[in-house]
């Protein structure tokens, strides 16, 4: 197995970008800008709300921003709300916003009146950082549940009890599981959040049997005993919990996701204020204080091209279309 450190460094210089882009951002005209306001549309506390500050505290004082960043919290619709707010904003760089990769690739298959349009109203900047989703149960179902197959089989025994939460419906882990609940033919109830936080606080409480989100959001209660990571959806184990086996080594293959947290700018922004985003964004991922906070929220630092995003962004859009037609989920849902 890789090792942590090693990773993260090495996917992240491979993506960092030279000083060349830093002097040639800086002598662009409109840069640096004052201050970057970056719209995040989940609430406070999660992995990606840590991602997206300890990224943003960075730009200050480089090519692109004078100031560091300042995080604009609005949560809803899944993330809809402030991708709606980015769509209008200037096109000037003063205003970013952080997404996963669902409200950019999964949201044009399920929701017919989506209020912008992600390839023509944004301009992909820079991919920030990799997650796993994870799995995981809690007290409400039994010790002797370890892995998938335990819990599918308990499921069936106990449909009552059979509900699962996501951080909002039609979000990446609101369709792992509903796959998992087609696939191995159960009902699996959705109990849609806003945000990972309620949902975690509902499974540790017992309100509900489960969830699946970013596995960094049940780290810090895994390693408590207050709940149960049993399966995570990366190619590989994760780093951050090495001892929990993925869907792929569990027989659950169909069920390997790798989402990313990237920063996307209004379209039109102009190229070189692009350039420079991403060379701040960047540059802030190989800071070892933001590598380190990351890290503790199950975060692996990524980095990349604008390019190396929108070609992500478009695969992930022509996986997902036949999936969740299977699915059958609509925004009436």
């Known amino acids: 197995m890789t090792n942590r450190r090693e990773f993260i460094q090495s996917a992240v210089s491979a993506a960092v970008l030279g000083s060349t882009a830093f002097q040639q951002a800086w002598a662009q005209s409109g840069l640096p800008i004052e201050q970057v306001k970056v719209l995040y549309g989940f609430p406070p506390g999660s992995a990606g ?14 090519p692109y921003s004078k100031n560091a960043g300042i995080i604009d919290s609005r949560p809803g619709a899944g993330g809809q709300i402030a991708l709606n707010l980015l769509k209008s904003a200037p096109a000037d760089g003063s205003v970013l ?6 409200p950019i690739s999964l949201y044009p298959h399920i929701f017919k009146n989506l209020q912008y349009k992600p390839f023509e109203d944004f301009t992909p900047v820079g991919t920030a950082s990799m997650i796993h989703h994870g799995f995981a149960v809690g007290p409400m179902v039994p010790a002797s549940v370890k892995n998938v197959k335990d819990f599918v089989a308990w499921a069936k025994a106990n449909p009552a009890q059979a509900s699962y939460g996501s951080p909002a419906a ?22 849609p ?25 049940f780290i810090a209660n895994h390693k408590a005993g207050k709940m149960r990571i049993i399966a995570t959806s ?3 184990r994760s780093p951050f919990v090495p001892d929990v086996p993925t869907f792929a080594e569990q027989g659950f293959p169909e069920l390997t996701v790798e989402e990313w947290f990237g920063f996307y700018a209004p379209a039109k922004t102009p190229a070189n204020v692009i350039q420079a985003v991403n060379a701040a964004i960047n540059a802030a991922l190989k800071d070892k204080g933001v590598q380190d906070a990351l890290t503790v929220v199950g975060l692996i630092p990524y980095g990349g091209t604008p390019a190396d995003q929108l070609k992500s962004s478009q695969v992930e859009l022509e996986r ?12 009436d849902s």
Not at 50 to 62: H, N, Q, S, Y
Not at 97 to 102: E, I, N, R
């Open 97 to 102: 916003a952080m997404t996963p990769f669902s």
């Open 234 to 236: 990366g190619k590989t």
């Open 320 to 331: 997902w279309g036949p999936l969740i037609k299977r699915i059958g989920f609509t925004v």
């Open 170 to 191: 039609g979000s990446t882990p609101h369709f792992i599981g509903a796959l998992l609940g087609l696939n191995q033919n159960f009902e699996f109830k959705h109990v």
């Open 193 to 217: 959040y806003r945000g990972s936080v309620p949902g975690v606080t509902d499974v540790v409480g017992g309100q509900i049997a489960c969830m699946f989100t970013p596995h960094g959001d």
């Open 49 to 62: 709300d840590i991602c997206a500050r300890r990224v943003a505290e960075k730009f200050g004082g480089t």
